[in-house]
Nanobody, 124 residues
Framework: QLQLVESGGRLVQTGDSLKLSCVATTTGRANGGFAMAWFRQAPGKEREFVAS????????DYSVSVKDRFTITRNNANLTGYLQMNNLQVEDTAIYYC???????????????WGRGTQVTVSS
């Protein structure tokens, strides 16, 4: 079983950059490869997909709202995923959740393992 822990969220200003991290640890029997993703949930809104990356890092997907501003990467040597966020806007304010799927490549609906989230607040 995977456990996911996010970090890096904080208060920033419009136009700033921020990098989130997600460390995956395994408990019990060792896991095989897994896809990772970031989702976010703003106050009063549904949780929405932000970005995903396959185990090999060769398949990457972004939501329209963050494409060209956010970059998802991962380092399988230390089982850590990252979300580099540039040119942050007030509408990016949300709790950001790391997610994993027990398959090498996954689409937004496949993710079923979740971290507890990290708060990103963008002030104008």
């Amino acid at each position: 079983q995977l456990q996911l822990v996010e970090s890096g969220g904080r208060l920033v200003q419009t136009g700033d950059s921020l990098k989130l991290s997600c460390v995956a640890t395994t408990t019990g029997r060792a896991n095989g490869g897994f896809a990772m993703a970031w989702f976010r949930q703003a106050p009063g809104k549904e949780r929405e997909f932000v970005a995903s990356i396959s185990w090999a890092g060769s398949t990457i997907d972004y939501s329209v709202s963050v494409k060209d501003r956010f970059t998802i990467t991962r380092n399988n040597a230390n089982l850590t995923g990252y979300l580099q966020m540039n040119n942050l806007q007030v509408e990016d304010t949300a709790i950001y959740y790391c997610a994993a799927a027990d398959r090498l490549i996954a689409s937004a609906g496949d993710f079923h393992l979740w971290g507890r989230g990290t708060q990103v607040t963008v002030s104008s």
